[in-house]
Structure formats: C-alpha cells, structure tokens
C-alpha cells in the first residue's frame, strides 16, 4: 500500500509551513497486527518527518520517519497501512487529550466519534 498519496504529501507539506496551527490530523497510519497508530498532520520538507500523534503503547506528540514505517516489515509480508477512511474530524489537541485521558489513540477514536454522534442525535 502507498502510505501517502501526492494529496496527502501536499496537505502535509502544507501544514507543515503553518507549525503553529493546531491542525486536523491529515492522515491515520495504524499496524495491522497489534499496537501502534500513528496520525500525522505535518510533513518536513525533507519529505520524510512526520509530525503528529503516535502511541505505540502510550500516546505521545512528536515526529516519526516515514521511511521508517515504509520500511517495517510484520508477519505475513504485511506491513504498515494508512486507513483510507480516516477523516481527522478534530484538531490534534482534541485528539491528544482524549488519547491520554483513554489511555491509546483507537479508544480515543471511538470516543470523540460516539460523541460527535450524540451531539448531532445520531446513535
């Protein structure tokens, strides 16, 4: 799978030039097989650092390789994949807060949307 497709790479770029905005994360990156999420909402030029929430087992901001994930290989011949459904919907202050306060980002994930939901009366 293409981590990032030449739209995604642009956003990133994009808000990689506005470092002091609180951006929607652009892109979800998660391993198939157990831990390890990542969503990025920046990229450096040098087309490699990703700026962005990641939990591999405790939910932290920072910057990761994206060459590095490209370049994880799991079992099966699988490796890391983005989730080509994912939306971002919440700023990565609101996504960093709930990731802390539910301990990973995929708690979180189902928390902020079941509220998103209940605030417009879905269920």
Not at 28 to 45: C, I, M, Q
Not at 83 to 104: H, K, M, N, Y
Request: glycine share 10%.
């Amino acid at each position: 799978m293409i981590l990032l497709t030449d739209e995604l790479r642009e956003q990133l770029f994009a808000n990689g030039r506005q470092r002091d905005a609180d951006h929607v994360p652009v892109v979800k990156f998660f391993n198939p097989l157990g831990e390890g999420v990542w969503l990025a909402t920046e990229l450096d030029e040098d087309g490699d650092t990703l700026f962005g929430l990641a939990d591999l087992g405790h939910p932290e901001l920072g910057s990761f390789s994206l060459q590095e994930m490209s370049s994880l290989r799991l079992p099966f011949g699988m490796g890391i994949e983005r989730d080509i459904l994912f939306t971002g919907d919440f700023p990565l202050s609101v996504w960093a807060e709930a990731a802390r306060q539910a301990g990973c980002i995929r708690a979180a994930e189902r928390i902020l949307y079941q509220a998103a939901r209940s605030r417009h009366g879905e269920h």
